[in-house]
């Protein structure tokens, strides 16, 4: 017959051992969480990083696209006052036929696009923000692949079909009304192409700007002595 004693000294070890399972369990559980916190805060000190550089990269994309705004628009003022054949052909070479595009270079858009790491993110605030950020660099990159077929499907064949080159020179074969109506659209179509496009860099700096405000915040006194 069991004795008091030793049911007593049952439930004691019964209990050493549920609270030696516990205390692993819970010790397992806190280990993977701070792992889980050490990596998150690795990923946003690199994405930190990355729009640092991403800003300064944009930064040059919007003043490039405002001054071929500014150039753009001379153009189809000198256009509609039918101005000097020469001026035209001019700015038509340091508009038309000088391009840059948004594609590779922007560090945290190739981090979002191909590595998935926003699934680290445990802030939701910067996790909402970060995935705006992706939509936002999405959408700059699908306004650049429609300047890149504008500007080749449109302007470059226009360009070799209508003019030549003398030298350094472009010279129009063509002067024709019709031709000169088709220049003037397609002239101001790119205006109108280039328009969107420095909206759409313009959200996408301000968007930046925010994310990495938002993580300096959160990521203390080691990344502001980076700022």
């Excluded at 000198?78 to 070479?93: H, P």
């Excluded at 659209?185 to 968007?207: A, C, F, G, P, W």
């Amino acid at each position: 017959m069991i004795s008091k004693k030793d049911i007593i000294k049952l439930i004691i070890e019964l209990f050493v051992v549920f609270l030696g399972v516990t205390a692993a369990f819970l010790l397992n559980n806190w280990a993977e969480e701070r792992r889980a916190r050490e990596t998150e805060t690795i990923y946003l000190k690199s994405l930190h990083h990355e729009l640092i550089e991403d800003i300064e990269r944009i930064d040059t994309l919007i003043s490039y696209y405002e001054n071929k705004k500014e150039l753009l628009t001379d153009l189809i003022m000198l256009i509609d006052n039918r101005g000097d054949k020469a001026e035209i052909e001019d700015l038509c070479e340091k508009t038309l036929l000088t391009f840059r595009f948004f594609k590779g270079g922007l560090h945290t858009w190739e981090s979002l696009k191909n590595s998935g790491e926003l699934k680290l993110i445990k802030n939701i605030q910067i996790k909402i923000l970060t995935a705006k950020l992706y939509t936002r660099y999405k959408d700059i990159e699908e306004h650049s692949d429609i300047l890149q077929s504008f500007i080749e499907n449109r302007i470059l064949d226009h360009f070799i079909k209508n003019v030549r080159i003398d030298g350094s020179d472009i010279i129009f074969m063509k002067r024709n009304s019709a031709h000169e109506n088709y220049f003037a659209n397609l002239v101001t179509t790119y205006y109108l192409i280039i328009l969107d496009h420095l909206r759409s860099l313009r959200e996408t700096h301000q968007m930046c700007r925010r994310v990495k405000t938002v993580l300096v915040e959160n990521l203390g006194i080691k990344i502001k002595a980076q700022i």
